[in-house]
C-alpha cells in the first residue's frame, strides 16, 4: 500500500525498527535532566508532570503503533487511582502492594473494555472506548469506595519495602522517576520486539498480518492490555504522590487531555508522549487561574496540531534531524 | 393503581422523561448519522453545537426580543451556517486523512466553544422562559401531560420522519445516498459532491441546534448542557449503527424509554443502562442494530 506518509493516525513517523544512537543520546539526555530537575524545580509539579507523561507513552503504545485511537484512557488511570489508594488507605497496603494493586485494577478492566472494543476500530473504537469511559465514571460516581464527589482523601504514602520513607517529598520523586523509567524503557522493548514488528504490521494491512498467520485480534488485545496497564501505573502512582483519588481522572476530560499530550508531543513516536505531557502539564499550571481559558487553550492547541502540526514537536525535530525519536 | 408493584403515576411520568430524552437522543444520533454518512467523521462538536442553538435562542430574546417560534426557525439557520463555515476552511482539508484527525479536530473546537461560553455565562444555567401558547397541560385522566412536552415529542418526531423521508424517498436524498456510497462517481454525473458535503454538515449541524432550542424551555441555557449529552448520543448512535437515519431515530426514542424504566425500577442503572445495552449489542452485533456490515 503506498500511502502518503501522514495518511494514518500514527503513521506520521516511520517507525525505524532497532535501537538507534540518537534515541540513546536522547534517552541518556532525558534521565540526566529528570535525575537534575528536582534541585531547580518543584517536585510536587514534576511529579505531575512524569505520572501524565507515562499516562501519555501508555496511550501511545496504543495510537501509534496499533492506530487505534482509545476516547476511554482515563477508566485506566482513574479506576488504578481509586485501587491504590482504598487498598492503601482502608486495607492498609504498603506502597508498593497498593501500587500494583491499582495497576492490577486496571489491567483487569483493560481485558474487558479490549475484548469488547478491539471488535471494531477507527471512529467505532474511539466511540466504544469512550462510551465504556463514562460507564465507568457514572459508577465511579455511585459506589461507596470511591467517595463520590470527594474522592479518596489523605491516602498515606507509606514506606516502600519498609526502607524508603515516601512522606519525604525528594525520595518520593526518584521512586516516581524510577517508576516512570521503568515503565518507559518497558513500553520501548515492546514496541521494538517481534510483538511490536506484528502490531505496526497489522496496522498497517490487517487482513495481510491474518492471512500471514497473525491472530491479529489477540495482538490488538494484548496491546490493549499492556496500554491499560501502564496507564494503570501512571494511575497507582499519581493517587499516592497526590495523596488523592477522584472523579477528575475518570472523567473524559482527562482521556481528551492525553490524547492532546501525545499529539502535541508526535504520535507514534519515543519521546514525544513525555515531551508533550511536560507542555500541557506545564501551561496548565500557568493557566490554572484563568478558569475556563484552560479549555479554550486546549481546544486551540488540538486545532493547530491537527491542521497543521500532525507530526508534533519530536516528530518534526525528528524530521529536521532525520532521526527517528 | 399499580403495575408491577409501581404507582401508574410513576410510570407514565418517567414514560414521558423518557420519550422526552428520546426527543433529544434521536434529533443528536440523525444528525450526527447524516452527517458520517457523507463526511465519514464523527462530529465531535455536536453537543457544543446543540448548546450554542440553545444560546441562539436565549440572544435572541435578550438582544432583539424575538421570542420562542423565532428562534426555533433563526437558530438552527445561525448555527448551521457557522457550522458550514467551520466545514469549509477546515475540516474540508482533512478528507484525505485518516477520519480519526477529523475527530480530533471537532473534539477541539467542541472545547473552545464550551471554553469560551462557560468563561462568558460560569457554569450555572440561564432561564429561558416557556412559549406562552404551550404553558399548561392537560390531564389525561391516568397522569398529567405538560403541553410543552407533548410538543417537544411530537415536533421532534415530525422532524425526524420528514428528514427520513427526504433522504430515503426523494431525488435530493438519493443523490446523498450516492455520494455516501461512492462520491467520485456521482462527482462524475455532474453534481456538485463538495458542495453538498458542506450543506449536509450545516443541515447535521442544524439539528443540533434544533434540538437545543427545544431543550432551552425544559433544561435551563448552561454552557455544559451538550458535554455529557453528547456522550451518550455516541453510544445511542454505537446501538443504532453508524450512518442508519431510521437506526437513529428508532434507536434514539428507544433507548430514551428504555432509560426512563430504568429510572422506576432500579434507579442505580439509569445512568449506566445506555452503555450496558451498547455492550451487549456490541457482542451480539458489532455493527449495531440497523448497521450494515463494512
Known amino acids: ?325 | 393503581m399499580t403495575i408491577f408493584g409501581v404507582p401508574t403515576q410513576a410510570l407514565f411520568g418517567q414514560l414521558l422523561i423518557g420519550l422526552i430524552n428520546g426527543s433529544f437522543y434521536a434529533l443528536l444520533s440523525l444528525g450526527l448519522s447524516v452527517i458520517f454518512g457523507l463526511l465519514n467523521i464523527i462530529n465531535f462538536t455536536h453537543g457544543a453545537q446543540y448548546m450554542t442553538g440553545a444560546f441562539v435562542a436565549y440572544f435572541l430574546l435578550q438582544w432583539a426580543g424575538l421570542g420562542y417560534w423565532w428562534a426555533l426557525l433563526i437558530a438552527p439557520v445561525v448555527v448551521g451556517i457557522t457550522g458550514m463555515v467551520l466545514e469549509r476552511t477546515t475540516l474540508k482539508r482533512l478528507y484525505q486523512l485518516d477520519h480519526l484527525y477529523g475527530l480530533l479536530l471537532t473534539f477541539g473546537f467542541a472545547l473552545i466553544i464550551q471554553g469560551l461560553f462557560r468563561h462568558e455565562y460560569g457554569s450555572s444555567g440561564l432561564p429561558y422562559a416557556m412559549p406562552g401558547a404551550l404553558a399548561g397541560g392537560r390531564n389525561l385522566g391516568f397522569m398529567f401531560l405538560p403541553n410543552y412536552r407533548a410538543w417537544v415529542i411530537v415536533f421532534s418526531l415530525a422532524v425526524c420522519l420528514t428528514t427520513w423521508y427526504v433522504i430515503e424517498r426523494t431525488r435530493l436524498g438519493s443523490y446523498l445516498r450516492a455520494a455516501t456510497e461512492n462520491p467520485t462517481l456521482v462527482q462524475a454525473f455532474g453534481i456538485n459532491v463538495p458542495r453538498m458535503i458542506t450543506l449536509t454538515y450545516g443541515f447535521g449541524v442544524g439539528l443540533a441546534a434544533l434540538a437545543g432550542v427545544l431543550a432551552a424551555p425544559i433544561y435551563q441555557v448552561n454552557p455544559l448542557m451538550g458535554a455529557d449529552l453528547i456522550i451518550v448520543v455516541f453510544a445511542v448512535v454505537v446501538i443504532g449503527g453508524l450512518g442508519s437515519i431510521m437506526g437513529s431515530i428508532v434507536t434514539g426514542f428507544g433507548l430514551g424509554v428504555v432509560e426512563g424504566f430504568t429510572k422506576v425500577f432500579y434507579p442505580e442503572a439509569s445512568n449506566t443502562v445506555i452503555f450496558v445495552i451498547m455492550a451487549i449489542v456490541l457482542l451480539v452485533r458489532p455493527t449495531g442494530l440497523f448497521g450494515r456490515a463494512s
Open chain 1, 1 to 325: 500500500m503506498t500511502a502518503t506518509t501522514d495518511q494514518y493516525v500514527g503513521a506520521a513517523v516511520p517507525v525505524v525498527t532497532g535501537v538507534s544512537i540518537a534515541q540513546v543520546i536522547a534517552f541518556l539526555m532525558m534521565t540526566i535532566a529528570l535525575v537534575a530537575a528536582p534541585f531547580f524545580v518543584y517536585p510536587i509539579f514534576l511529579m505531575k508532570a512524569l505520572c501524565f507523561a507515562l499516562f501519555a507513552c501508555a496511550f501511545n503504545l496504543l495510537i501509534g503503533y496499533v492506530g487505534l485511537l482509545s476516547f476511554g484512557h482515563a477508566v485506566f488511570l482513574g479506576s488504578a487511582g481509586y485501587g491504590a489508594a482504598h487498598s492503601a488507605k482502608v486495607w492498609g497496603f504498603p506502597p508498593e502492594l497498593a501500587i500494583l494493586f491499582g495497576t492490577a485494577v486496571a489491567a483487569a478492566l483493560g481485558v474487558v473494555i479490549g475484548a469488547l472494543a478491539i471488535r471494531s476500530k477507527g471512529i467505532y473504537f474511539a466511540n466504544i472506548t469512550l462510551a465504556f469511559a463514562q460507564m465507568v465514571y457514572f459508577f465511579s460516581v455511585q459506589a461507596a469506595f470511591t467517595g463520590g464527589e470527594d474522592g479518596i482523601q489523605s491516602v498515606p504514602r507509606g514506606t516502600l519495602l519498609g526502607v524508603l520513607d515516601l512522606r519525604e517529598t525528594l525520595t518520593l520523586y526518584f521512586v516516581v522517576l524510577a517508576i516512570f523509567l521503568l515503565g518507559f524503557l518497558l513500553i520501548y522493548r515492546a514496541i521494538h520486539s517481534p510483538f511490536g514488528q506484528i502490531l505496526k504490521a497489522v496496522r498497517e494491512n490487517e487482513p495481510r498480518a491474518i492471512s500471514l498467520g497473525y491472530r491479529a485480534e489477540h495482538y490488538k488485545l494484548l496491546a490493549f492490555v499492556l496500554s491499560a496497564t501502564f496507564a494503570g501505573l501512571a494511575g497507582a502512582t499519581k493517587a499516592l504522590v497526590f495523596q488523592l483519588a477522584s472523579l477528575t481522572d475518570v472523567h473524559w476530560t482527562m482521556s481528551g487531555e492525553v490524547v492532546l499530550m501525545t499529539l502535541l508531543g508526535g504520535l507514534g513516536t519515543v519521546f514525544g508522549p513525555v515531551v508533550g505531557a511536560f507542555i500541557v502539564v506545564t501551561l496548565e499550571n500557568y493557566l490554572a487561574q484563568l478558569g475556563a481559558w484552560v479549555t479554550v487553550v486546549q481546544g486551540v492547541i488540538f486545532v493547530v496540531c491537527v491542521l497543521t502540526f500532525r507530526r508534533g514537536v519530536i516528530g518534526e525535530v525528528g524530521n529536521l534531524l532525520r532521526k527517528s525519536l
